[in-house]
Each structure stands twice: as structure tokens, then as C-alpha cells.
């Protein structure tokens, strides 16, 4: 993955704002009869924190410590967010257990549940973000267990379906969905 250009310190701060007061708006508006002041301690920003740490490190070229945190990041939170990984604000990650991603992503991305954006073994072209690996537009959302796979473009505004795997480019303003479910007799009982 090519290594992007140095972030300061106040724009990692920024991003972190960014990302603590995305992940508040979302947190009160599912409570709004008990407003949370602050999710500072909520695992989804502690994970996104970490990494963010991690990242800037990473992108100051001190490799060990960024490695470190990313370490501490995966025993504390669970969450595989690689280090080298370039995210923009607004990042929320609601269940950082089972989480992996390596890869580019715009303003906003929301993760759930054991999804993920990584590179595929056998496709090692370069779109942007590295060999094998995808870019995210803005505003995606990828839903429990899905996942982005390989050097693809996912537009902006794209909401992936639970249980989906994507390993193609998807354009703007799109909803990856499962089709209608198939049931199929079990073979295996007379």
C-alpha cells in the first residue's frame, strides 16, 4: 500500500472531532430520551481512535509505535484496522469486533458488525489505494458481514447489504442487496 502523505496533528484531531461527533449524532439519536454528552469511552470511538493514532504514526514514519497501536487497537477493541489504511472523517465503527479494514474510503464511511474492506490474493491491481486494494467513496455503509474485496471503486452513497460480498466496481448512489431468498427440500432426509 503506498504510503500517504504526512497528516498533522491538528487535522488528526480534526478527523477524530469529526469521527466523535458523527458517532454522537448517531448514539442520540438512537437514545433520544437519554442523550449521551460524550462517547469518548464508547468501544466505536476508542477503536477509531487507535487507529487514527495509529495512522498518523504511521504517516510520520514511525512505523514501530503506529504498529504497536494497531496491535493494542486488535487486543482492546478487536477491530483490524491496518495502520496504512486512509480513512477520512466521519469514520464510525458501531461493533469493532470482527472488523478488518485495509484500504481508502471517503467522508463518513460506517462500518457494522464483522465488515470489511481488504485486498483479494489473486487480483493485484492498483486502483489507488494500493495492489489489490479497493477505494470507498463517500457516505458508504457497509451492514453486518458484508464485505469489499479487491481492487475495486465502490461509489458514493452506497449502502452494502448484510451477508454481501463485493468484488466489482459499484457506481454512485446504489443499494447492494441479497436477491429473493431460495428455499431448497434438504436431500439428506427420506
Not at 491491481?125 to 469489499?148: K, M, T
Request: hydrophobic share 40%; glycine share 10%.
Amino acid at each position: 500500500m503506498p504510503v500517504p502523505s504526512p497528516l498533522s496533528i491538528a487535522e488528526t484531531r480534526t478527523r477524530l472531532r469529526a469521527d466523535h461527533e458523527r458517532l454522537l449524532a448517531i448514539l442520540r439519536a438512537s437514545r433520544p430520551d437519554d442523550p449521551p454528552r460524550s462517547a469518548r469511552f464508547h468501544p466505536a470511538y476508542v477503536c477509531v481512535a487507535l487507529y487514527r493514532l495509529s495512522n498518523h504514526l504511521f504517516r510520520a514514519g514511525h512505523r514501530r509505535s503506529a504498529r504497536l497501536l494497531w496491535h493494542l487497537n486488535l487486543v482492546l477493541t478487536g477491530a483490524d484496522i491496518s495502520e496504512p489504511a486512509d480513512l477520512g472523517p466521519g469514520l464510525v465503527v458501531m461493533h469493532p469486533p470482527g472488523t478488518a479494514i485495509m484500504g481508502t474510503a471517503g467522508r463518513n464511511l460506517t462500518v457494522m458488525a464483522c465488515a470489511g474492506i481488504g485486498g483479494e490474493l489473486g487480483r493485484r491491481e492498483d486502483v489507488g489505494a494500493g495492489p489489490g486494494l479497493a477505494i470507498l467513496g463517500d457516505d458508504v455503509v457497509l451492514e453486518p458481514h458484508s464485505g469489499v474485496l479487491g481492487p475495486v471503486r465502490i461509489g458514493h452513497r452506497v449502502r452494502v447489504g448484510a451477508g454481501i460480498a463485493i468484488a466489482r466496481d459499484v457506481p454512485d448512489d446504489t443499494c447492494v442487496e441479497w436477491p429473493q431468498p431460495r428455499y431448497l427440500p434438504r436431500k439428506d432426509r427420506p
